[in-house]
């Protein structure tokens, strides 16, 4: 009993310290050029990444977030699929920039240690958009997923590890962004070092235990839900079981 209610307080401290208000902006929707040249350079087709080549292109990538910073998506000027890809864009550029800033490490969970969900690498508020902090966390947990509800954006966001789903090495753009999510969550489970899937088992990323709940906001099962992105039709009572987590840098 005493154990749950201390995990009770955990997630509850962690879910409010990750809830995010709408920002009165009055911005206008902005172009992910840079961001989609530096990624095409520096990202290779399995979705590992040349940071070496990030720190390298510091200029342009510098110039990238400084855009991402001074214009915060808002409901007045921007459509919905803008405001998605401009966070999950961001969410990945700023990963890429809390690695950068402490190369070399060998995990992203070496930069900063503490109490799980409490003191990570993702509390670090190093994110300032117009004048607004954030940290990973809040953009995750804060703004992607509650307020968009789309559970496919898992597969979209990387949190620089080899378990990670890839980093797509093209920026998100609001007229492609259903597609490129799509294409993501393919290209995540035929990957079968992270994902292994037949008709009777399917051995899956913790993402899909994790966050569960994302996952079926419109299907009734995890296996339903796969099925929409696989060329085998899982069995509704297929055995899941899940891959342990490498939190390894997803270096090149």
């Known amino acids: 009993m005493v154990q749950r209610l201390v995990i009770f ?9 990750c809830s995010v208000k709408d920002y009165n ?3 206008k929707p902005i172009d992910h050029i840079i961001w989609d040249s530096l ?11 040349d940071y070496q ?4 292109d510091s200029i342009p990538f510098n110039k990238y977030l400084t855009l991402l910073r001074n214009n915060h998506p808002n409901k007045k000027h921007w459509s919905r699929e803008e405001r998605l890809a ?3 864009n961001a969410y990945n550029a700023f990963t890429v920039k809390m690695i950068v800033d402490h190369y070399p490490t060998k995990s992203i969970k070496d930069i900063k240690n503490g109490i799980p969900f409490i003191n990570t690498v ?6 300032k958009i117009e004048g607004v902090e954030y940290d990973l966390n809040n953009i995750e947990h804060g703004i992607l997923r509650p307020k968009f509800k789309e559970p496919r954006v898992h597969f979209a966001i990387n949190c620089a590890s080899y378990s990670c789903p890839p980093l ?3 920026a998100y753009t609001a007229e492609k962004i259903d597609a490129q999510l ?14 292994k899937i037949t008709i009777g088992q399917i051995k899956i990323s913790k993402i899909f235990s994790w966050f569960k709940n994302d996952f079926l906001v419109k299907e009734k099962s995890i296996q339903s839900f796969i099925n929409q992105f696989t060329e085998v039709e899982i069995s509704k009572n297929a055995k899941i079981t899940y891959y342990d987590y490498n939190w390894t840098l997803n270096e090149n």
């Open 182 to 195: 799509t294409d993501q969550a393919k290209i995540f489970l035929s990957d079968i070092r992270k994902n």
């Open 168 to 170: 797509r090495n093209e």
């Open 53 to 56: 080549g990030f720190i390298s």
């Open 86 to 88: 401009y966070w999950i």
């Open 39 to 49: 990624l095409q350079k520096h990202v290779f087709d399995d979705g590992l990444v």
């Open 9 to 17: 307080v955990i997630i509850s401290i962690f879910l409010t310290s």
């Open 25 to 27: 902006s009055s911005s």
């Open 122 to 127: 993702w509390d670090i508020k190093f994110i």
